[in-house]
């Protein structure tokens, strides 16, 4: 094995104070036919020589050379299985329920865990009270060069957290105890089961922070699940945000919601997190916003909807006023350029 791929730095046993009782961190790989790189994240997860390790790879039944990489290192793998499945969502149920970690997250077989990671991540919860935490998440390419940065705001992170992901999801670390009490990823989602986790987590007042340690890297390449799946999960977070408005009691707006494409369903957790009528305002207006946008890079039919009942300004049609001033102001004023 590779003592630094996929990085410069050698990490080894003695990066680690022997003397601290480090938690048990539970990670799952779920796999399905990344050859290419699947081992550059299996070593990017073994080589952080964290101590405490417990290293779940779940596949379905990949057609490529994905076990042959993965037998490589089975012996050091907590579980292991490859069979059919019905995509991501179910390989992350069937992951997390072999895990008995204290903090959990999962590495996409084409991501990576940066250098350090581990161990800046187990400090984050051994110096912290803390349910949930994120950091810096970086971009490479198929030849995994640095090519940029996802975002991970600073401001406005509570309601961030309700209307999107304000984070890269390779640097988002949890707590089991807070992923059991939303009951965990959603398996009737394809894609957004991240950012309906998160919502959920947020939505019972869980304890956040957020760190400037690089973490996590997201590949991008032409057959990610981001590219190739693109206007499912702008649907889907839709969705996910009409239910989380329909959840806090703002029925009103969720229907509004609704009428665009966005059908709400029941989250099955009862919110504890108090949010202000002023702040849905400034959720939906952004909530606008992103849709938006979106329009511009994948033709949605719901956004298409969305820029009709704005330009007919029908107050029948746009269930606040208000909202569609700052709408107005913020998208064809300030925002998109």
């Keep these: 094995m590779q003592n630094n791929w996929p990085w410069k730095t050698k990490i080894t046993k003695e990066d680690y104070d022997s003397n601290i009782i480090w938690p048990k961190i539970s990670i799952v790989t779920p796999s399905f036919n990344q050859g290419n790189f699947i081992e550059e994240t299996i070593l990017s997860i073994l080589n952080q020589k964290y101590p405490n390790l417990e290293y779940i790879i779940i596949d379905g039944a990949s ?3 994905s076990l042959k990489i993965i037998e490589k290192y089975k012996s050091q793998l907590h579980y292991f299985i490859s069979e059919k499945d019905n995509g991501q969502s179910d390989a992350l149920v069937k992951g997390f329920s072999k895990a008995t970690g204290q903090i959990l997250n999962w590495i ?3 991501d990576i865990l940066n250098e350090y990671a581990l161990l800046n991540v187990a400090n984050a919860f051994l110096n912290n009270k803390i349910d949930f935490m994120h950091s810096r998440n970086a971009i490479i390419d198929m030849q995994s060069n640095l090519i940029g940065y996802m ?3 600073i401001d406005n992170l509570k309601l961030r957290y309700l209307y999107e992901m304000p984070h890269g999801q390779q640097s988002a670390f949890f707590t089991t105890e807070i992923y059991n009490k939303v009951s965990g990823i959603n398996p009737n989602l394809s894609f957004s089961m991240d950012y309906e986790l ?7 007042n869980c304890v956040s922070m957020r760190f400037d340690f690089l973490c996590g890297s997201i590949r991008s390449h032409d057959n990610t699940k981001t590219n ?3 206007d499912i999960m702008y649907i889907e977070n839709g969705i996910i945000f009409s239910s989380v408005l329909e959840n806090l009691g703002y029925y009103k707006e969720s229907k509004f919601l609704k009428e665009l494409g966005y059908n709400s369903y029941d989250l099955n957790i009862k919110s504890t997190i108090k949010i202000k009528k002023s702040e849905i305002k400034s ?6 916003k992103k849709i938006l946008w979106n ?3 994948c033709k949605s039919p719901v956004t298409k909807n969305l820029i009709v009942r704005i330009f007919m300004n029908k107050p029948s049609e746009i269930f606040n006023l208000n909202n569609l001033k700052v709408l107005k102001d913020s998208i064809f004023f300030n925002g998109i350029n």
């Design 63 to 65: 057609t490529d050379n």
């Design 283 to 288: 959720m939906v207006a952004e909530f606008y």
């Design 108 to 110: 996409n077989s084409d």
């Design 228 to 230: 190739t799946l693109k």
């Design 295 to 297: 329009y511009y890079n």
């Design 198 to 204: 998160y919502v959920k987590m947020h939505m019972l």
């Design 151 to 153: 975002p991970n705001y």
